[in-house]
């Protein structure tokens, strides 16, 4: 629990939302965070990248994949809902490195869904586990030669 009075949500107050997994999956998190994240900080801003298997060591502890399916190696907790995925956001964010927490936990949030969504079963087989499992990174790279940030209206030619 916090020393700061209410920066935790759920202070031994009820709610109707958190459950005992809720908890469980807080302080999971959390210690990854204070232990594996919080204390390089500072290195990982002098050098300008973080350690690649950062991806690993958060699978292992059971964070890096908490939004995927099992199926492809995902690790939800159990009764996974959406308060979850909330406090994987919170926690995550304690640690004060936007940069960091984007880079290293987020970046295939926008890619990988259109694999899972719409790839054939040999192709979400050939990316899917790898990425979930943290043993390959995944983003989404597109060119917009004439547009700012609007994929929809994308022109682009390759010669």
């Not at 459950?19 to 290195?43: D, G, I, N």
């Not at 640690?95 to 899972?116: D, E, H, R, T, Y």
């Not at 079963?121 to 995944?138: Q, S, T």
Request: with cysteine; net charge negative.
């Amino acid at each position: 629990m916090a020393e700061v009075p209410f920066a935790d949500y759920n202070q031994g107050f009820s709610s109707p939302h958190f459950k005992e997994t809720h908890l469980q999956f807080r302080a999971k998190v959390r210690a990854f965070v204070e232990s594996e994240l919080k204390p390089f900080l500072s290195e990982w801003e002098e050098k300008g990248t973080y350690p690649p298997d950062i991806h690993k060591k958060a699978y292992d502890a059971g964070i890096y994949s908490a939004v995927w399916p099992k199926e492809y190696g995902g690790t939800p907790p159990e009764d996974f809902d959406a308060f979850h995925d909330f406090i994987l956001i919170d926690e995550l964010a304690r640690c004060g490195a936007g940069g960091v927490v984007a880079s290293a936990f987020f970046s295939f949030n926008i890619a990988l869904p259109p694999v899972l969504a719409a790839g054939s079963d040999f192709l979400k087989n050939l990316v899917a586990k790898d990425v979930i499992e943290g043993r390959k990174i995944m983003a989404l790279c597109v060119s917009e030669p004439y547009a700012g940030s609007d994929v929809a209206n994308l022109r682009s030619t390759a010669e």
